[in-house]
């Protein structure tokens, strides 16, 4: 290869071709075969790749490099619509967004954790969020559950007086989140039983007369003191006696949310905790989907913020992409970026910039103020100016859910379509077609999720305004 080819292997970028063939090898892979002169490679796109990928150039995958630098700088043409969010996004675009769900009667139930689905063939009847601890107290007069959700870290409770709880009976106690417990009085003693199915998790029904719990979903029944009659269930419901203030009566239940269409849009430490729930109970077909998943990796990046006592000079580009150093990879001059820092600034006379750290697992570990060291050299050495300056602030920020793009992982990405037919992933972790990255990439996979639902339901899909997925040298 003759150097120059690297420009027209990137011109030439073809996504069904360039992913078959260059996810095998890695970026320094790339730049060796391509014979890209070492100055280009260091200057140019090092740079890009780190402030990208925040991962090491000998681990990322060469087809991801390729998509990537298509997408930012030769295939973002054309219809492709990128709005820039002048403000804050949570005023912006989560609240509206928020706004909008809650008019038209939709629910949120913000801190929920999701670890694993409820599954029926090829169809995903529920999800089930993660495990909250349930308490049943006697005193005072009444029974008094408590629920603590340790994901919302949140206590809520209810309490049922002794008289309204029917003698030989059982009385049901919905309680937030569709989780139900039954609470009964035999005998003089108070008695409380799960109302979790143990089969799939749907919430049960008591019948009176039947002397049962009926689960409406697949038909399972237990007895009145919890034992298996009937259905698929295997284990019989939980069921403690409430003497008083024991732990004997701690009930864990996990809520289900049922629906027609589910959309995932977790990162990946979260798919990845539900496709290890879900390989224990998929078949092998659908399986498979979940073990890739699960060979998925992510890499750490921590954002640190400083505040100096001192300018930097004022002609520095407020914004680097850096090649040279071990650990920074990009800085931002926040003093003369944003808006709100750049009025704190004007008050207190500090300057503050921001450094990302890429490829840090080795960083992991080490305290703030390490790590603060360990940055120190590479500070002075991009800011000669700052050498002698005070840091009078600092924040740091760690990441250790960032997607990973290395070499191989591919094929292992599963599409927006799971394989469930009313179950959908999006984030950008996901494949497409369509070359885009990071946010955009959570934005165009779930309006591709969105599109199936709307075919699901014989109405029309939106159009998805996306960059080229050619560059203009690209043959046929
Ligand atoms: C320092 C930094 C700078 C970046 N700069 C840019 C940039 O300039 N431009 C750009 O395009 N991208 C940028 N990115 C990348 C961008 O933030 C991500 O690509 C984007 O947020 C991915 O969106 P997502 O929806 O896939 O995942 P996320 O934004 O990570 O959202 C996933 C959400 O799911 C939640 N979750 C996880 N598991 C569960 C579960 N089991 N149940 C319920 N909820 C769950 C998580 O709490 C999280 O809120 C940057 C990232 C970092 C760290």
């Given at each position: 290869m003759k150097s120059g080819t690297i420009g027209l292997l990137i011109l030439g970028y073809d996504k069904k071709r360039y992913d078959k063939w260059f996810d095998k090898i890695s970026f320094n892979d790339l730049m060796k075969e391509y014979d890209t002169p070492e100055n280009i490679q260091k200057v140019f796109f090092e740079p890009f790749m780190k402030a990208g990928f925040f991962a090491d150039e000998g681990e990322i995958s060469a087809s991801f490099f390729l998509e990537l630098f298509h997408f930012y700088l030769s295939g973002n043409i054309g219809d492709f619509r990128c709005y820039h969010i002048g403000g804050n996004p949570q005023e912006k675009v989560i609240e509206p967004m928020m706004r909008h769900f809650l008019d038209r009667g939709g629910r949120i139930n913000l801190g929920s954790e999701i670890e694993n689905l409820m599954v029926d063939g090829d169809t995903v009847k529920g999800v089930y969020e993660k495990s909250k601890e349930i308490y049943v107290y006697r005193y005072d007069g009444g029974i008094h559950i408590i629920k603590n959700d340790p994901v919302e870290k949140s206590v809520s409770s209810k309490k049922i007086l002794l008289q309204d709880i029917p003698e030989d009976d059982y009385i049901k106690a919905d309680l937030e989140g569709d989780q139900t417990i039954f609470i009964g009085f035999f005998g003089g003693e108070v008695i409380a039983v799960s109302g979790e199915c143990t089969h799939a998790g749907c919430s049960l029904n008591w019948d009176s007369v039947k002397r049962r719990f009926l689960c409406p979903c697949h038909g399972g029944q237990f007895s009145e003191d919890g034992g298996v009659l009937n259905g698929p269930p295997q284990n019989p419901l939980k069921i403690f006696k409430v003497n008083g203030k024991s732990l004997e009566s701690q009930i864990v239940q996990s809520a289900v949310y049922n629906g027609d269409y589910f959309i995932i849009a977790a990162d990946m430490p979260g798919i990845k905790r539900i496709s290890s729930n879900m390989i224990k109970n998929s078949d092998a077909e659908k399986r498979g989907e979940f073990e890739r998943i699960l060979k998925l990796k992510t890499n750490t990046c921590i954002v640190v913020r400083i505040w100096f006592n001192k300018s930097t000079k004022p002609d520095r580009n407020p914004v680097g992409f850096v090649s040279s150093y071990?650990?920074?990879?990009?800085?931002?001059?926040?003093?003369?970026?944003?808006?709100?820092?750049?009025?704190?600034?004007?008050?207190?006379g500090l300057h503050c910039i921001e450094f990302i750290i890429s490829g840090a697992s080795e960083l992991t570990d080490i305290s703030d103020e390490g790590l603060l060291k360990v940055i120190s050299p590479e500070i002075g050495g991009l800011f000669p100016e700052l050498r002698d300056a005070g840091m009078i602030d600092h924040s740091f920020m760690r990441h250790d859910n960032y997607t990973f793009f290395n070499k191989g992982s591919l094929n292992l990405r599963p599409p927006v379509q799971s394989v469930f037919k009313n179950l959908f992933y999006t984030g950008d972790w996901v494949y497409t077609d369509i070359p885009v990255f990071f946010m955009e990439k959570a934005v165009i996979t779930a309006k591709i999720a969105a599109n199936y639902i709307l075919s699901h339901e014989g109405a029309m899909p939106n159009n998805i305004y996306s960059p080229n997925s050619r560059g203009i040298l690209s043959w046929t």
């Open positions: 071990k650990y920074i990879t990009v800085y931002l001059i926040l003093s003369r970026l944003n808006e709100d820092i750049k009025e704190c600034s004007k008050i207190t």
